[in-house]
């Protein structure tokens, strides 16, 4: 039975979960009524942090430009153009073994691509989600519904996987920005 959190929850991930090793990061939308001429392009991002809550480096973002970190722990299952149909639209996978040892967290994220240009926020997003699923067995372990609580954000950082200890563990943020993709990016120490 998949645990449903609230914002501001923190609950144990592999502790628990004997052998939990490889989760899916799956994120979901819907798009209320708009009528601005463009479709709607929400992108998610992980952002591989260090004690410091910055990127080491810039090669520690994965986005729809760099799909796959470097030790191979975090991918992008790629670009959703549309945000169409049931379920997740977007998908990470990480790989908890593989995350290297000086990342300390790793930050889910949803953006709006072209938000300005295209006049589109948050505000016209619904039924956000995030859910977190053991890759093994199809088992979804937790989900997150991020409510309506959004207006002119055009950035979301979700939530956040993070080491305590040996473990690791789910905090759900639920955390709004201005700014998009650039903003967030900035917030994490990428050069953008």
Known sequence: MAINLQKGQKVELTKGNAGLDKVLVGLGWDTNK???GFDFDLDASAFLLGD?????SDADFVFYGNQKHSSGSVYSHGDNLT????GDDEQISIVLSQ??????????????YDAET???NFG???NA?????NEASNQELMRYDLGEDFSVETAVVVGELYRNGAEWKFNAIG???AGALAALGRNFGVNV
């Open 34 to 36: 708009y009528d601005g």
């Open 52 to 56: 410091n809550g910055k990127v080491l």
């Open 83 to 86: 945000g169409e149909g049931d």
């Open 99 to 112: 995350v290297p040892a000086n990342i300390s967290k790793i930050a889910i994220t949803v953006t709006i």
């Open 118 to 120: 295209r006049k589109q």
């Open 124 to 126: 016209l997003v619904s």
């Open 129 to 133: 989600f995030c859910r977190i699923v």
């Open 175 to 177: 955390s709004g920005f």
